[in-house]
């Protein structure tokens, strides 16, 4: 018997959207309104998705799945795509994140925005994407998938520069549309090849059981050799790549930090940027099939997470930390799913989605509060004037860093440990300097933004925001600090949750006992929040002097290793010159000289005929004259 | 004795070739058209003359179909010779070149 609620599914997606639709045309009207109608549309889907979810949990672990028909798509032939949207534990974990956490940053985007001559259109914006991400999510084929995966990346474009007036967001907004881009395309082609290889696009068909449970993947699929599904997986990931910004296509997300901070929160921390880690899993059975593709998962995941996590600790734009710890973070996701380790990776999102939605907001209370400043230089000392943020903002942090027993300490303390256990010391390895890393840029962040003296009149001048903001951060604090009630390992409630879909972990038996993993874990957490203290916060060391004694690696790690800047000298300045030479050679000189030249000959050809027509009608006499003469001379010697 | 065709021929030719200078030479418009009515004459001559030889009518069917055509033209044609001379004052072609290009 399905629940009542799945039946209300299709109403998740369908709220936001039609509260875009209202905004967008009607949201100059309603003013303040527009925010409140945005957030309570968005929170009555989060009230179904807790109604679905609710629903689910009185089914059988094998009898949670449900797909709901909402019409034909597309239908040639044998290929047939339909709007289905499908309901599992997996979709209904990621429809309850995104309307969950995406419900808060609403209501905190009012406060955030108010002042905004734009103020409808950013809701507008918001709604809308929060319907391609319910829409990617809860898509049962992976062309729907697609439409939502294009929908968040436009709409990650229109709000990233939704400040168009700034030149640097305008940039912004196009970079990070065309970075994504590249893996987009990548994926496109996987979809091509998944429907020439399978003929469908349907997950039921598609995914074909190694694991997991068969009530949600069939035994018997058509037969696909093991390269193409290599090629498939490896096509789909980079896909993901790009739109979790892991390397090499991560350029992006550290300057889309130039859209307004619940777009930074919502898009580019808790939601969008997850997709990735969502298909990877949605997938895992494509990339367990070609075993190789898991692989690359893996190394570029653990890339990540190191990469990023170092250039996170140079940066002074509060935001930026945030975003390469972003990108770090989703490496972490990733080597988790390279593991096998789905539910792993999934409570990592969830906790992820938690905590660093909370650090993205809090930056923006405190941007917000001290007067638009975001240069972590210039701040200093804002615990009294905004004791709030601070509080809030600091379990952010130590939930990041993973302090026990808060969300973020079990989310990294599993993939370490399982990376232990499986036998990968090296990842493990790695995978520990990596947390090591993440604790010493948020305590720095934390440190230098709310401790010691202000270092600027805007600092001093700064003032705790309103209610409508500090609420939605201490609703995500309490999620940062017990997210840990959904899993506290490898077993835990959110595995077990997901269990039909992504299977058990099983690998162990290597590596570590528990207790020392633990020890290990949190040793390296508070030794990173230790040094921090010791260079930011006891004001015993003169950190600019430092800065300017280590400039070279300062600048090294502040540029993010330069990779910016090789992009910008290997291929931008080639690409450049390339369109120039389109554009100014063969474009103003070729295709234009052809068009042109036919035009000229023609007008020359034509002055040279009008000569002829000189208007006396005694010359066109003689010319029929002389014609007939012709025609007559030329039958007559034919004859 | 029947008169030889080739002399209706010749006269008829030297007639057509007298229309044909004419409408070459001339500028007044009512000149042009004599001309081309003596060269619509000089082609009924030719067919008249041929009629004749073969015995059969149909050449003067013929032409006198082309005579009640040429009467046909002779209206629209001073027609529009008397409009023209109306716009420009004056019934040289040569004055009417609007055409050129």
Request: charged share 10%.
């Given at each position: 018997m399905t629940p009542s609620a799945f039946h209300l599914v299709w109403l998740v997606p369908a709220l936001p959207l039609a509260g875009a639709a209202v905004n967008l045309f009607a949201g100059k009207k309603l003013g303040k309104l527009a925010g409140w109608l945005a957030s309570a549309l968005l929170a009555a889907a989060l009230a179904i998705s807790v109604a679905i979810l609710s629903g689910m949990l009185g089914l059988a672990a094998g009898?949670?799945?449900?797909?709901?028909?909402?019409?034909?798509?597309?239908?040639?032939?044998?290929?047939?795509?339909?709007?289905?949207?499908?309901?599992?534990?997996?979709?209904?974990?990621?429809?309850?994140?995104?309307?969950?956490?995406?419900?808060?940053?609403?209501?905190?985007?009012?406060?955030?925005?108010?002042?905004?001559?734009?103020?409808?259109?950013?809701?507008?914006?918001?709604?809308?994407?929060?319907?391609?991400?319910?829409?990617?999510?809860?898509?049962?084929?992976?062309?729907?998938?697609?439409?939502?995966?294009?929908?968040?990346?436009?709409c990650s474009y229109l709000l990233i520069g939704f400040w168009f007036e700034r030149k640097s967001a305008a940039d912004a907004a196009k970079k990070a549309f065309i970075t994504t881009r590249i893996g987009d395309t990548a994926m496109m082609v996987g979809l091509a090849l998944i429907v020439v290889k399978f003929g469908t696009l349907d997950f039921s068909r598609v995914l074909v059981s190694r694991g997991g449970s068969p009530g949600y993947y069939p035994q018997i699929g058509p037969v696909v050799s093991h390269g193409a599904v290599t090629a498939i997986a490896l096509l789909l990931f980079a896909g993901a790549v790009g739109k979790s910004a892991q390397v090499p296509l991560h350029v992006w997300l550290p300057d889309a930090m130039e859209g307004p901070t619940p777009v930074s929160a919502l898009i580019h921390a808790a939601t969008m940027v997850t997709a990735g880690v969502y298909l990877v899993v949605r997938s895992h059975v494509l990339f367990e099939a070609s075993g190789t593709a898991l692989?690359?998962?893996?190394?570029?995941?653990?890339?990540?997470?190191?990469?990023?996590?170092?250039?996170a600790l140079a940066q002074d734009d509060i935001k930026r930390v945030l975003a390469y710890s972003t990108t770090s973070q989703l490496g972490y996701m990733f080597v988790a799913a390279g593991m096998r380790a789905y539910a792993a990776a999934m409570f990592m999102l969830v906790a992820h989605a938690f905590y660093k939605a909370l650090l993205f907001l809090s930056a923006g209370s405190v941007i917000h509060g001290a007067h638009e400043e975001q240069d972590m230089k210039q701040m200093g000392g804002l615990r009294s004037p905004m004791p709030l943020t601070a509080t809030v903002m600091t379990i952010g942090a130590v939930s990041l860093a993973g302090i026990f027993p808060l969300a973020g300490f079990f989310a990294k303390d599993t993939i370490l440990e399982i990376a232990s256990t499986s036998g990968r010391t090296s990842v493990y390895l790695l995978g520990t300097f990596g947390a090591l890393l993440s604790a010493v840029y948020i305590g720095r962040l934390v440190f230098l933004t709310f401790f010691g003296e202000a270092r600027s009149e805007k600092a001093e001048r700064a003032n705790e925001s309103p209610a409508v903001m500090t609420a939605p951060l201490v609703v995500l604090a309490i999620g940062a600090v017990a997210?840990?009630?959904?899993?506290?390992?490898?077993?835990?409630?959110?595995?077990?949750?997901?269990?039909?879909?992504?299977?058990?972990?099983?690998?162990?038996?290597?590596?570590?006992?528990?207790?020392?993993?633990?020890?290990?874990?949190?040793?390296?957490?508070?030794?990173?929040?230790?040094?921090?203290?010791?260079?930011?916060?006891?004001?015993?060391?003169?950190?600019?002097?430092?800065?300017?004694r280590l400039s070279p690696l300062h600048r090294f790690l502040e540029r993010a290793w330069y990779v910016d800047d090789a992009y910008g000298a290997w291929l931008g300045t080639p690409g450049k010159a390339a369109?120039?030479?389109?554009?100014?050679?063969?474009?103003?000189?070729?295709?234009?000289?052809?068009?042109?030249?036919?035009?000229?000959?023609?007008?020359?050809?034509?002055?040279?005929?009008?000569?002829?027509?000189?208007?006396?009608?005694?010359?066109?006499?003689l010319a029929f004259l002389v014609g007939a003469v012709g025609i007559l001379l030329y039958v007559g010697l034919k004859i | 004795m029947r008169t030889p065709?080739?002399?209706?021929?010749?006269?008829?030719?030297?007639?057509?070739?007298?229309?044909?200078?004419?409408?070459?030479?001339?500028?007044?418009?009512?000149?042009?058209?004599?001309?081309?009515?003596?060269?619509?004459?000089?082609?009924?001559?030719?067919?008249?003359?041929?009629?004749?030889?073969?015995?059969?009518?149909?050449?003067?069917?013929?032409?006198?179909?082309?005579?009640?055509?040429?009467?046909?033209?002779?209206?629209?044609?001073?027609?529009?010779?008397v409009s023209v001379y109306r716009r420009t004052g004056s019934v040289s072609v040569d004055d009417v070149r609007e055409l050129r290009g």
């Open positions: 009898d949670r799945l449900f797909v709901q028909h909402l019409f034909d798509w597309i239908s040639a032939g044998s290929f047939q795509v339909g709007a289905d949207l499908r309901i599992d534990p997996l979709s209904v974990t990621m429809i309850l994140v995104v309307t969950g956490v995406g419900t808060l940053i609403h209501v905190y985007a009012i406060g955030y925005m108010e002042h905004d001559p734009r103020f409808g259109r950013f809701f507008a914006y918001l709604n809308l994407f929060a319907f391609f991400m319910l829409m990617l999510v809860l898509a049962q084929n992976y062309l729907l998938l697609y439409l939502g995966w294009e929908g968040v990346g436009l692989t690359v998962v893996l190394v570029i995941g653990l890339i990540t997470a190191i990469y990023a996590a170092t250039a997210g840990g009630v959904l899993a506290t390992g490898i077993e835990g409630r959110l595995p077990g949750f997901l269990e039909p879909v992504v299977g058990v972990f099983r690998e162990g038996g290597a590596g570590l006992a528990k207790g020392a993993l633990i020890a290990i874990a949190l040793g390296v957490s508070v030794l990173g929040l230790a040094v921090t203290w010791f260079l930011y916060g006891s004001g015993k060391v003169d950190w600019l002097a430092l800065r300017v369109a120039a030479f389109a554009a100014y050679v063969l474009d103003a000189r070729v295709i234009d000289g052809f068009v042109n030249g036919v035009g000229i000959a023609t007008n020359a050809l034509a002055a040279a005929g009008r000569r002829i027509q000189t208007g006396f009608v005694r010359n066109y006499a | 065709i080739a002399y209706f021929l010749v006269t008829s030719g030297l007639l057509f070739a007298i229309g044909t200078v004419g409408v070459l030479i001339r500028k007044n418009a009512l000149l042009i058209f004599m001309s081309i009515e003596l060269q619509l004459n000089a082609v009924n001559l030719s067919l008249i003359a041929f009629s004749r030889m073969h015995g059969s009518l149909n050449g003067q069917v013929l032409a006198f179909f082309s005579m009640v055509v040429a009467a046909a033209e002779v209206v629209v044609g001073l027609a529009i010779i």
